[in-house]
């Protein structure tokens, strides 16, 4: 994966271009993928845009976004830019202008071209009683589906252990199931299953026990960034939040500056990670445990066996008593086994995606390194971060009796996809999780009846035991994925028709040559329904996620096409070729978008008609953000708090 530019994040995206002869003042805007073969680029490339429908309050706006800017928090903040939003605002978990920003949301998107997955969101002006009983999928016959019609990917311990075409053929029904359904369920180990259990009883006593001040004490905010740890809540919902901290006696010392239980984070900023990279090793032998496992791919290595850092979560705070003792060790290990069988689907199921080794290796290097790697491993080129990117959230979502439902606009949640790659969810006590399908057209209640099948053999409370379902756990694919995915296929895309150079507008408008294209994988788009009143409902998601500051992958021969001394590789014959850009300058598009392609290039689905959003409605749009999408949340707006 490429070396980060050292563009600061909070610098406006350098659009000039440098005479064709003069070397690039700074580093080019192209960080190399591989290699450093375009460091001595002499002339840069035009800017190259990508443009993101998004979907808002039923309204299509399109957003030209420079595709080379890869920085994940560069493509927010001209997401931002092209709304026509200031500096500061969040949306949906990741700040635009200076601070943090997490991984990608977009609000919707709408695919004008084959290449784009439609991801339709709703607008909010849907009445939201329409939307407070979903229409369920009806469960199909197939008996490979679940109890809701949730089709099971049987992807289990026991499966990933025994053989690799069973590990492989699980992860294609894993990546099947994902694309079809946008939710997979996977069952977990009985000893796992176990520790869900226990972990749900402990939570319920904690959020029960506890006095509120007490609980805000173990809140614990780092640098600027609003990544926290320990206790917040927001509105019905309360939570406990585990992250790595390793710590140690530098970082302790400049994470402990940052404790506080205020939402408002400090300015001080956590030390830059190395930014070199490389490809991720994955722990695998606590999950797999023979000689005869398969690695993830044929060229991961195993890390070498020496011991872990002492305590991964040194600079949490955790609950004091009467929270069980066993709180803090089944917490600590309830993230340990979600982390690490996140992190053990991910590289199979990018591969069942057909997504190629090598690019695999690019995804796996956005990770932070398994938080176990010893410090001086040398099976990452990143050092464990002072606080990890990936979260598991310990919730307790309560709705007192006899209250008004909430409806989606007013739920705890909105509607969201997660940030990051994958969600890894073990089932709830009580329903709530509602997933939209990929293609909106309907909703999934993805707990009802495994919550319902389990309560049967629960103890009278009905709390604490959900039977064998507490072997279910959910899967989503987070919305960072699903656009490093569409990037990925972007990239092969290029490479298939050797379409490259003289600027090109990236809006797919030629003919794909790759026989398995990269499979694009929809982002699991779901709220939580708070329609079970009078009982708590605790649930324990775990985030796996990319480090903010990772770099969203490119297309190589876009920098290479433009080097003298690297010309690009010949291109295999193309029969449609890409038109030159008309965006091939120093200004960034206009908005809204170039023309569209002559019908003849134009792929055979008929894009849906595009808006030209005027500046009163883009002024529109940042209002409906502003007001409703961070005062309601009804899309997920989040506030830094959150994090
Ligand atoms: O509580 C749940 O089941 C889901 C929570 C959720 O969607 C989230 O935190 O992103
Ligand atoms: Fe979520």
Redo the contacts with the bound molecule.
């Keep these: 994966m490429a070396v980060e530019s050292p563009t600061s994040a909070h610098a406006p995206a350098p659009m000039a271009q440098p005479p064709p002869d003069a070397p690039p003042k700074t580093t080019p805007l192209y960080p190399p993928p591989h290699e450093s073969k375009m460091s001595d680029l002499h002339v840069p490339p035009p800017p190259i845009y990508q443009y993101y429908n998004m979907l808002l309050d039923g309204k299509v706006y399109r957003i030209p976004v420079r595709l080379p800017l890869m920085r994940i928090e560069e493509v927010h903040k001209q997401l931002g830019d092209g709304l026509g939003l200031g500096e500061d605002v969040t949306i949906s978990g990741f700040k635009i202008g200076s601070g943090t920003y997490f991984p990608f949301f977009h609000l919707g998107r709408l695919p004008p071209w084959d290449i784009y997955e439609p991801i339709l969101v709703p607008s909010s002006s849907t009445s939201p009683s329409s939307l407070r009983s979903p229409p369920f999928f009806a469960p199909p016959s197939d008996s490979t589906y679940g109890p809701l019609g949730i089709p099971l990917a049987h992807l289990t311990p026991a499966s990933l252990a025994t053989t690799p075409d069973l590990y492989h053929a699980a992860s294609r029904s894993l990546a099947d199931v994902l694309c079809t359904t946008g939710y997979a369920v996977v069952r977990a180990s009985k000893e796992d299953a176990n520790m869900f259990r226990v972990a749900r009883r402990e939570a319920l006593q904690y959020f029960k026990d506890i006095p509120e001040e007490e609980k805000k004490k173990t809140r614990k905010v780092f640098g600027n960034e609003g990544k926290f740890v320990g206790y917040a809540k927001t509105g019905a919902?309360e939570w406990f939040q585990v992250r790595t901290t390793p710590g140690g006696e530098v970082r302790q010392k400049s994470s402990e500056e940052h404790v506080g239980t205020s939402a408002q984070a400090s300015e001080t900023r956590l030390p830059e990670e190395n930014n070199t990279t490389g490809p991720a090793a994955i722990e695998l032998r606590p999950m797999l445990p023979s000689e005869t496992l398969p690695p993830t791919s044929p060229d991961t290595k195993l890390p070498s066996p020496s011991s872990p850092p002492d305590d991964p979560f040194s600079l949490m705070h955790w609950p004091p008593a009467p929270t069980p003792s066993s709180f803090r060790p089944t917490m600590t290990a309830l993230y340990a086994t979600l982390d690490r069988l996140s992190r053990l689907m991910l590289p199979p199921l990018l591969s069942a995606l057909n997504v190629p080794t090598h690019m695999v290796h690019e995804v796996e290097a956005m990770l932070d390194p398994p938080f176990d790697t010893p410090p001086n491993s040398t099976s990452t080129d990143h050092p464990p971060p002072e606080v990890g990117s990936s979260v598991l959230?310990v919730?307790q979502?309560y709705r007192a009796p006899n209250t008004p439902l909430p409806g989606l606009a007013n739920a705890a949640?909105g509607l969201?996809a997660?940030m990051g790659f994958l969600?890894l969810?073990p089932v709830?006590n009580v329903p709530?999780?509602v997933g939209m399908g990929p293609r909106c057209d309907g909703w999934v209640d993805v707990e009802s009846g495994l919550v319902a099948q389990g309560e049967k053999g629960a103890d009278a409370e009905g709390e604490e035991d959900n039977g064998a379902v507490d072997e279910a756990v959910f899967v989503m694919a987070g919305d960072t994925l699903s656009e490093v995915l569409r990037r990925l296929r972007l990239r092969e895309h290029f490479e298939a028709v050797g379409a490259l150079g003289g600027g090109v507008n990236v809006e797919p408008n030629v003919e794909r040559k790759s026989k398995d294209p990269i499979t694009a994988l929809p982002p699991g788009l779901?709220?939580?329904d708070e329609k079970v009143m009078g009982k708590a409902?605790i649930?324990m998601?775990f985030?796996l996620r990319p480090r903010p500051t990772s770099l969203l992958p490119v297309l190589p021969q876009l920098s290479v096409s433009f080097s003298s001394d690297h010309p690009s590789p010949a291109p295999p014959p193309s029969t449609t070729p890409v038109p030159s850009s008309p965006t091939a300058s120093d200004a960034p598009p206009s908005f809204p978008p170039p023309p569209v392609p002559p019908a003849s290039l134009a792929a055979p689905a008929p894009p849906p008609p595009l808006r030209t959003a005027t500046p009163e409605e883009i002024q529109t749009v940042a209002d409906f953000i502003e007001k409703e999408v961070f005062m309601k949340r009804p899309w997920s707006g989040r506030a830094k708090g959150d994090y």
């Design positions: 919902r959230r919730y979502y949640t969201h997660d969600t969810s709830s709530g999780l779901h709220y939580v409902r649930s998601p985030f």
